[in-house]
């Protein structure tokens, strides 16, 4: 078959193929456009589920009468100009595909007018022609756009949509899940003349909930814990289910500088997170917003601008992994202490999302930068009480939690049950953390080592340690020394977990407690345990899992953060006297006066 050109309006109709699944996808693109023309009202107005009419009205800028013939055209965009644009986007759309695609596959009107000009003016197309119609027209400051008769052009996309209230759902979850992205900007909807939702824009943080529980629902609502994080390099703001409390209906909503995005990396953290609090197939619900420089993000993945990549992946996910972990860590110590204040409110505030988006008019901006959008870094992270009664809704504590606890009033800060904020790792094996209190260093060898011997130390004579049942259990050849050792100390071993099934010389070990299931070797250690016992005269359980805890830590070399965080957290509960008076072993405070003395002296 020959070789030849495609005519450009195959060539659009294939491009809209990727860029308009369905009506959503065009309600999607015309939003975004509006959003980046810095709308603060937007009216979406739909007939027969977007299949007869979909008209997108807003209050931005608008579009001048010399580039409203060219925002038609395919490639053809004020937000990007050159490579370097590219590889730091801001905006939410970038390609210029949008208005080419969806003319190419329905009746477009494309409206618009700018404050510097008295009238506004309108493209017609029916589909891309080097000659459009351009005629003046009365309309507002701002733009609206009119897709009539989608697919009518193409029958087979037409033949597979689905009935009106289905197409019409699929729009309502994108209005949703912009307003979700933008707290600032207003949204009506309507479908066949009668108004469906009104989002009112809210400023104040305090209003935040509001908005929250029409889009999301009171239930989420009432049982969210609110989290809120920075570093460096990132921020994440937002609401994530209580696992303590009712289970929420699934609702998982992720953004990315304000961008709605699927992404299996932020999807595995949060799940790792949470994969010890929930039971059964339950999947945590969760609204969370994260910013990052855009220079870190590859946006230009997907068609439809769905997916994004991270440069730094693995870095992404130990920050994501660690925010949740505090947030669920510290709930848990709150649901575990005997006498809690039940006003306590959630670390920081959500950044008003109107500040993210500060874009000026013209080309590709930088967006702000987290710290720059909040009003100074100390609102982020300070324990502030919000004013508004109602906000007690949005709680950490949800209320259904509280009716238990009311008798309580002693009131707890961050730091009397916590170490601090985690910051990094310290070669070999230490953690540098942070509190109010200033830098500390944090041994995790000796922590992990005093967890293992909490765990393998029954709690009196009478207790015994839960044996996990080995899948094939191991036959050990005994010397006699071993076999005297092991004869003498079985039951001893038993109530520990270790359960040995002696036979002349040698033993069948059958079972061991969950700590050891870790140890490569399993039967090289029981043989230097058992060489360990023939040679003590006093036995202890304490001696034991001492000794059992050290041989288990030296094998450690490398720290993470899925591991340090829960270990930290796990010594925080099982300690909670170390936090004020720790030993010296375990963390120390850092002084910083005799390096900012010389440096000055420098």
């Known amino acids: 078959m020959q070789i030849h050109r495609l005519s450009p309006q195959l060539i659009n109709q294939i491009a809209a193929g990727e860029v308009v699944e369905r009506p959503a996808s065009v309600v999607k693109e015309l939003i975004e456009n509006s959003l980046d023309a810095g709308a603060t009202r937007i009216d979406i107005e739909v ?52 208005l080419a695609s969806i003319s190419s596959v329905a009746h477009l009107n494309l409206t618009s007018r700018t404050a510097k000009q008295n009238e506004a003016w309108q493209v017609y197309t029916e589909r891309y022609t080097e000659k459009v119609m351009l005629l003046p027209i009365a309309h507002p400051v701002g733009t609206t756009v009119e897709v009539l ?27 949703r899940r912009m307003a979700l992205a933008r707290f600032d900007v207003t949204f009506i909807l309507q479908h066949n003349n009668k108004i469906v939702q009104h989002y009112r824009a809210v400023k104040e943080p305090s209003q935040y909930w509001r908005r929250l529980s029409r889009l999301c629902g009171n239930t989420f609502v009432n049982n969210a814990l609110k989290i809120s994080w920075q570093n460096i390099d990132f921020s994440i703001q937002g609401w994530v289910e209580d696992p303590s409390c009712i289970k929420l209906p699934e609702m998982q909503y992720s953004y990315v500088n304000q961008r709605i995005i699927r992404n299996k990396l932020i999807n595995h953290a949060i ?28 946006i230009n993945v997907h068609p439809a601008k769905k997916e994004i990549k991270f440069y730094e992946a693995r870095k992404v996910h130990h920050f994501i992994y660690q925010a949740l972990m505090t947030v669920l860590q510290q709930r848990v110590k709150l649901s575990s202490d005997t006498c809690y204040s039940t006003t306590q409110k959630p670390i920081g505030k959500i950044i008003p999302s109107h500040a993210l988006n500060q874009l000026n008019e013209g080309k590709n901006n930088i967006l702000v930068s987290y ?74 060898q000796f922590a992990e080592r005093y967890i293992t011997e909490r765990q393998l130390t029954p709690e009196n004579n009478s207790d015994t340690i ?41 033993t069948i070990l059958n079972a061991v407690p969950l700590p050891l299931l870790r140890k490569k070797n399993l039967s ?46 796990e010594v925080e509960r099982l300690c909670p006297h170390w936090i004020k008076n720790p030993p010296n072993a375990l963390i120390v405070k850092l002084d910083l006066k005799m390096a900012i003395k010389a440096l000055n002296n420098s």
């Open 47 to 98: 007939e027969l589920g977007g299949a007869k009419v979909i008209r997108i009205r807003d209050n931005g800028y608008g579009i001048s009468k010399k580039d409203i013939v060219l925002a038609v055209a395919r490639h053809t965009t004020s937000k990007i100009s050159s490579i370097e644009d590219l590889e730091c986007i801001k905006s939410m759309g970038f390609r210029g595909e949008a």
């Open 149 to 175: 008769d989608l697919f009518y052009n193409t029958p087979a996309r037409r033949k597979f949509m689905r009935a009106e209230q289905t197409e019409f759902k699929h729009i309502e979850e994108v209005i």
């Open 271 to 298: 799940r790792h997170a949470y994969q010890d609090q929930l039971k059964g197939p339950h999947q945590p619900s969760f609204v969370i917003f994260i910013v990052i420089n855009p220079q870190q993000l590859d």
């Open 371 to 444: 710290s720059a959008a909040a009003k100074n870094a100390d609102e982020l992270l300070s324990n502030q009480i919000i004013q508004d009664p109602d906000e007690a809704k949005m709680q950490d504590i949800p209320a259904k939690c509280q009716a238990t606890k009311n008798s309580c009033s002693t009131s707890l800060s961050n730091d009397f049950y916590s170490f601090g904020k985690m910051l990094t790792f310290c070669s070999p094996c230490y953690a540098l953390l942070e509190s109010a209190q200033g830098l500390s260093l944090l041994s995790l």
């Open 466 to 506: 839960l044996a996990q049942p080995l899948l094939i259990p191991l036959r050990i050849i005994l010397s006699n020394g071993e076999a005297s050792a092991l004869h003498q100390h079985r039951l001893l071993l038993q109530r520990m977990g270790i359960l040995l099934q002696p036979n002349e010389n040698e």
């Open 524 to 569: 090289n250690l029981i043989l230097d345990l058992l060489r360990y016992l023939n040679n003590e005269t006093s036995v202890t359980y304490h001696k034991i899992a001492s000794w059992l805890a050290c041989s288990l830590n030296s094998q450690i070399t490398t720290w993470n953060y899925s591991r340090a965080i829960p270990l930290i957290a």
